[in-house]
C-alpha cells in the first residue's frame, strides 16, 4: 500500500464499506455519484466521505461528484485490490453452508467458487457452489486461488498444511483451534465467541 502510509486507521476500514457500494452502483448502471448520495447509501456523513476520499487524490468537483468507474480503478490500483479473487471454503457443515449461501463477497473482494468436505454426504451439486471431497483439493484447486475459509472441525492442522504446500497464501479460520502457518501465510482467525464476549463487557460496562 504504498502512498497509504498516512491514511488513518479509520478511513483504511471504511474503505471496503465504500468499494462495496461502488460496485453495487456499479451493477445498477450508476456512473456518477454525489458525497450525499454516497451518504445516504452506507450511512457515512458526506463530509467524512469526502476526507477519507481526499488521500486517494483529487477526484471529484463540486456539483459534478465522482465518477464511479475512476474510483473503483483508483482504489485498485492505490491498495492493490483484487476485485476478482476465487476463494475456496473447507468444511461444507452448517457454518460452511451459511457462508456459501451468503457468498456476496464479489462487491468486494471475489466469491467462493467451490469446497471441499471430508464427509461423502456434503459432496454434491445442489448447491450454487460445487462441493468436492477434501481428497480431491488438490486437483480441484481453481487457477490462482489465493485465498481459503476454513470451518472444518477435524484434522485442522494438516488441512492448514495441505493447503499452504497448495500455495494458499491467505486463511480465514473459523475452527477456534491453535493453528500454525509458516512464514509468508497470513491467518485471520474469527472468534465469534470472544466477540460477543467483548460486547457483553462492553454493554455491561456502559450500564454501571
Aim: neutral net charge; glycine residues 8%.
Amino acid at each position: 500500500m504504498e502512498n497509504m502510509k498516512s491514511v488513518p486507521k479509520a478511513t483504511l476500514q471504511r474503505y471496503p464499506i465504500y468499494l462495496k457500494a461502488l460496485r453495487q452502483l456499479k451493477g445498477l448502471g450508476i456512473e456518477r455519484v454525489m458525497s450525499s448520495e454516497l451518504s445516504d447509501y452506507v450511512g457515512i456523513k458526506s463530509t467524512t466521505i469526502r476526507r477519507d476520499l481526499s488521500f486517494l487524490g483529487t477526484l471529484g468537483k463540486q456539483g459534478f461528484g465522482y465518477e464511479v468507474d475512476v474510483l473503483i480503478d483508483i482504489f485498485n490500483e492505490k491498495l492493490g485490490i483484487d476485485f476478482d479473487e476465487k476463494i475456496i471454503l473447507v468444511g461444507a457443515g452448517n457454518l460452511g453452508r451459511a457462508l456459501m449461501n451468503y457468498n456476496r463477497w464479489n462487491y468486494v473482494v471475489g466469491e467462493i467458487v467451490c469446497a471441499f468436505d471430508i464427509d461423502p454426504a456434503k459432496c454434491t451439486n445442489q448447491y450454487s457452489i460445487p462441493v468436492y471431497p477434501l481428497d480431491e483439493m488438490e486437483q480441484r484447486l481453481p487457477e490462482g486461488c489465493r485465498i481459503a475459509i476454513v470451518t472444518a472441525s477435524k484434522d485442522i492442522q494438516k488441512t492448514v498444511n495441505r493447503l499452504s504446500k497448495m500455495g494458499i497464501k491467505g486463511i480465514v479460520d473459523f475452527t477456534h483451534e491453535h493453528i500454525i502457518v509458516p512464514k509468508g501465510v497470513i491467518l485471520k482467525p474469527v472468534d465469534v465467541v470472544s466477540t460477543i464476549q467483548e460486547l457483553v463487557f462492553e454493554t455491561n460496562s456502559m450500564t454501571k
